[in-house]
């Protein structure tokens, strides 16, 4: 009886330490979390993606983009909750971001840039030395034409004059054959003329009277227009008057000038036209005609009255011998 009595009071105290350790075990313990529903597909869902894709990639890229995944949404969160505080500070940073790169960006040109401009100044430089040189050639022609000899009936004459149908300033039809009989020097310009021909013409006379002092010979002056556009024969009449009561002006038609001047070998051109006033280029020359009407010699703008009343005398008594 009393064996009996301490062999259950033994395992009352193992039942008893049983459950005291029991008890201590389950508070000690951490609790098992039950699976979620993400673990459960999860779970579901791997053996078929291992199927697909070999195990060592398809683990590894499916971390990636778990981990990817995570890190994008925990950022776009940071960004979303920080933005709020820093939106002026990033408008004024991207207002000055933005001064910045409008510095840093060429400034466009306007309409003429530099090289159009420089474009416009070559065109212009070779307008003129064109105009130029067309110029000279002429006077060279002039030059080379009183020294040439003309082929054919007129052989050790220069070629230069010929007929002409002009009107002279008292509104009557003359050619050349009015003029024989007489020497003559004629002087090609137009009464528009500033100044050139002006004090052509002033010296033309003074040498005029002087020749008919100094020698007695009489020289018919003409002078013969280049620009018959506005040189009517009043406005010829009126210019003439200016200059020597025995002047003689000379018109006529486009044609007509066109015609006498190519004969002379003359050269003249309009300048730039601003409405009704321009200016005309033109051989400055005046050229000795024999009573014949036989060029003899020409004389230029180098020439003052004395130098030109003697080089007159002096070809008209080389001529009559």
């Not at 050269?267 to 601003?274: D, G, H, L, S």
Request: aromatic share 10%.
């Amino acid at each position: 009886m009393a064996t009996a009595i301490v062999r259950s009071a033994k395992n009352l105290r193992n039942l008893h330490q049983r459950f005291y350790f029991h008890t201590l075990l389950t508070k000690c313990r951490p609790p098992i979390p039950s699976p979620t529903i993400a673990d459960n597909i999860q779970h579901r869902a791997l053996p078929l993606i291992q199927q697909a894709i070999p195990f060592g990639i398809g683990f590894q890229s499916f971390a990636a983009d778990q981990r990817f995944s995570s890190t994008s949404t925990t950022t776009g969160t940071v960004q979303s909750g920080h933005s709020k505080p820093n939106s002026e500070g990033g408008d004024k940073s991207g207002d000055s971001n933005q001064s910045k790169s409008d510095t840093g960006k060429p400034i466009r040109g306007g309409p003429i840039s530099w090289l159009s401009f420089l474009l416009l100044a070559l065109t212009g430089a070779g307008i003129i030395w064109y105009y130029d040189k067309e110029k000279e050639q002429h006077i060279e022609e002039i030059n080379s034409a009183s020294q040439a000899v003309k082929q054919g009936p007129s052989v050790g004459k220069a070629a230069i004059g010929g007929p002409f149908k002009l009107i002279n300033h008292d509104g009557k039809n003359v050619t050349e054959k009015d003029f024989l009989g007489k020497w003559t020097v004629i002087y090609f310009g137009f009464t528009h003329c500033p100044d050139i021909c002006p004090d052509e013409l002033q010296k033309l006379a003074a040498a005029v009277d002087k020749i008919k002092e100094n020698s007695g010979i009489d020289i018919v002056p003409a002078f013969i227009s280049v620009d018959p556009e506005r040189d009517t024969v009043e406005q010829v009449r009126e210019y003439v008057k200016e200059f020597h009561p025995k002047l003689i002006g000379l018109t006529g038609s486009p044609d007509e000038i066109r015609n006498v001047a190519r004969a002379y070998r003359v050269y003249y051109m309009k300048t730039a036209e601003e409405d009704s006033d321009y200016l005309v280029d033109h051989s400055i020359v005046m050229y000795l005609m024999s009573p014949k009407m036989e060029f003899v010699k020409f004389f230029g703008k180098n020439n003052d009255v004395n130098s030109l009343a003697d080089g007159i005398i002096k070809e008209i008594k080389q001529y009559k011998r």
